[in-house]
Nanobody, 123 residues
């Protein structure tokens, strides 16, 4: 089994910064991509940013230039970090870590989600 351990959520004032981290455990390997999604109250879950094993990044238009996603290679290639700067109140949401297409032993899996971490941005 694989677990995604998320950390770094919390409360911040508008204009502030937070750093989210997600570590995948459970002998996971051969990951295609890791990313962060968010879901605000009453809204659908949306992609915030993602990064492939090859380092190709994708960002939601609304966060470009403010958020940076990276893989923490100092720890392992199964850790992803999202640096969020200049946060806005409308970005208050639960942020979910996601891993797409990975292997455990001889089995290939489509994806797995973390439990989510709350980010609250006050005005």
């Amino acid at each position: 089994q694989v677990q995604l351990v998320e950390s770094g959520g919390g409360s911040v004032q508008a204009g502030g910064s937070l750093r989210l981290s997600c570590a995948a455990s459970g002998s996971i390997f051969n990951i295609d991509a890791m990313g962060w999604y968010r879901q605000a109250p009453g809204k659908e879950r949306e992609l915030v940013a993602a990064i492939t094993t090859g380092g190709i990044t994708t960002y939601a238009e609304a966060v470009k230039g403010r958020f940076t996603i990276s893989r923490d290679n100092a720890k392992s290639k199964s850790t992803v970090v999202l640096q969020m700067n200049s946060l806005e109140p409308e970005e208050t949401a639960v942020y979910y870590c996601n891993v797409k297409r990975f292997s455990i032993a001889a089995t290939r899996y489509p994806e797995v989600w973390g439990q989510g971490t709350l980010v609250t941005v006050s005005s």
